[in-house]
């Protein structure tokens, strides 16, 4: 299928925070209640829309366990996007946070958006994390946040498509040099005849000219 | 185990039979989407022709096993370890002859090991080849039991981690996850993490384990074969901290890949090298062994495992590059 852009996501965290359940269910929109381990990386794709402009997310699910941290680096590098997640019932996932980031700011161009999102909120009654110190750390560090489950499927199309949003609004913006790859994004063909109303076609056929 | 075996047959040939009877063109039979088990346990999805072809390989796996069957009967259990005298007696002719008898078994052995080993040979075969019975004949018989009960109700960061995994390595399979296949299984990954600190446990070690169970019938087998895997088999360090043997494995496949193929030189070579780059990393650490076990069981080839316990990673890197390709 044709797009305009495509990104390249990468979802980083603790092993067991539900970071496959979240493509799973973003992609598939189904949730599977005990997933199979991840062992080093996965993949997934999905096309959204953007201010009428069709756009492929290109994901890697990455494998949480420490001992994979030298493999999962090697895909910071081209991510346009990062989904850090950590479990709201499992405080030394959140306590970790911390490190990933510094992973993440090491290996990744300093224009990757990141996503701070804590998982499995359906399980209030057993939550270690309070929404605020979940704020608290994505303001401090710059992230944009949401809590979100796998399991009711709330929050996780927004947490996908915010960040898609955030990229797209940094190309708009010029702060993107979408010509160097290294950035995650990918310029595509856009063939296909959408008669937007909403926007003059200028903008549309920016993306297929430079290409 | 020959009861459960057959029912699971019948059953397979039943559920295969049915999309059979209906009369249908042959490109919508193609797309009739078949779920069975297979030998392992492991639900495989199929069209009916692949039933067809996965249900006459596994008459002539059945055939063969009878064969081997019968040969064991009437040989007595463990012939083959019996070294065959022949009419010669004498001290050096002896000797020469032992030994001449040693090469003429080995390269018979490859050649049967290559055509597959029978399923219910398997545990049998793989434990003495591997050099699995041989690391467990060095230490005393217990061995294996006073390490589970040693390290019984010890945590360590491993164990936890074991713990989380243990649902999670291949859900769903009639054993596996059942709290007897849970705890058949923590007990070999426990042992293990306590027996090699350096490795401990890394994830996917629980795949390769459950696979080793699922073949070996025994746990004390699995364990071992699990052992000799990590030890002898595969580059050190593959499964410690860092995963470094991980790392060389695919340095050293990157070179020999440059080497036999040198890039721009066409575009079938091309495809190749873009194959590589897209899943180096996926391949190599589901990979090492992992991805080899699934694959090599679950399509019933039975020589891939055999073969893979017993050269490592030159057969490793000799089937990547037929994937590849």
């Known amino acids: ?85 950590y479990d709201i019932t499992r405080r030394e996932t959140f306590n970790h946070l911390a490190s990933w980031l510094e992973d993440a700011r090491q290996h990744a161009n300093a224009n990757m958006t990141v996503m701070l999102i804590g998982n499995k909120c359906d399980l209030s009654h057993r939550r270690a994390v309070s929404t605020e110190e979940g704020e608290q750390f994505a303001k401090e560090h710059g992230l944009i946040f949401m809590e979100a489950s796998a399991k009711t499927a709330q929050n996780v199309e927004e947490a996908f498509i915010s960040t898609a949003e955030k990229i797209y609004k940094k190309i708009q913006d010029g702060v993107i040099d979408i010509s160097n790859e290294s950035y995650g994004i990918k310029i595509g063909h856009e063939t296909h005849t959408t008669s937007s109303g909403g926007r003059d076609g200028t903008s549309s056929q920016a993306g297929s000219c430079c290409s | 185990m020959f009861g459960t075996q057959s029912k699971r047959d019948l059953a397979l040939e039943l559920q295969a039979q ?107 075969v793989w434990f003495s080849l591997s ?71 890394c994830q996917g070690l629980n795949y390769v384990a459950a696979l080793l169970l699922l073949v070996m019938k025994t746990e004390e087998d699995a364990f071992w074969m699990l052992a000799v895997l990590l030890e002898n088999v595969l580059v050190s360090d593959c499964y410690t901290n860092n995963l470094s043997g991980c790392h060389v494995e695919q340095r050293v496949f990157k070179d020999l890949l440059a080497k036999k193929c040198p890039r721009n030189q066409n575009t079938g070579l091309q495809l190749i090298w873009k194959r590589w780059s897209l899943m180096s990393p996926l391949l190599l650490l589901s990979g090492s062994c992992v991805f080899f076990l699934k694959a090599c069981l679950q399509r019933q080839l039975c020589g891939c495992g055999m073969s893979f316990s017993m050269r490592g990673q030159r057969f490793f890197f000799m089937q990547l590059w037929l994937y590849l390709r």
């Open chain 1, 1 to 85: 299928m044709s797009y305009a852009y495509l990104f390249k996501y990468i979802i980083i965290g603790d092993t067991g925070v539900g970071k496959s359940c979240l493509l799973l269910q973003f992609t598939d929109k189904r949730f599977q209640p005990v997933h199979d381990l991840t062992i080093g990386v996965e993949f997934g794709a999905r096309m959204i829309t953007i201010e009428n402009k069709p756009i492929k997310l290109q994901i890697w699910d990455t494998a949480g366990q420490e001992s994979f941290r030298s493999i999962t680096r090697s895909y910071y590098r081209g991510a346009a996007g990062a989904l850090l997640v």
């Open chain 2, 18 to 124: 049915f999309p059979i009877l209906r009369p249908s063109i042959h490109a919508r039979r193609a797309n009739l989407t078949v779920k069975f088990q297979d030998l392992y346990g492991f639900t495989v999805e199929g069209n009916v022709d692949d039933v067809n072809v996965l249900n006459e390989v596994r008459e002539k796996v059945r055939q063969q096993g009878r064969v081997w069957w019968a040969l064991e009967a009437s040989k007595g259990a463990n012939w083959y370890l019996q070294p065959q005298f022949s009419s010669l007696s004498e001290g050096i002719a002896l000797k020469s002859s032992l030994k001449f008898s040693a090469l003429a078994n080995a390269i018979t052995l490859k050649k049967l090991i290559r055509k597959g080993i029978p399923p219910v040979l398997r545990p049998k």
């Open chain 2, 131 to 201: 050099g699995a019975a041989k690391k467990k004949s060095t230490v005393p018989e217990s061995y294996y039991n006073d390490l589970t009960k040693a390290v019984e109700g010890k945590v360590t960061p491993a164990t936890r981690q074991i713990d989380h995994d243990l649902p999670r390595t291949f859900p769903g399979h009639p054993w596996l996850d059942t709290p007897e296949g849970h705890a058949a299984l923590r007990r070999v990954l426990v042992g293990y993490s306590f027996r090699d600190s350096d490795v401990g446990y």
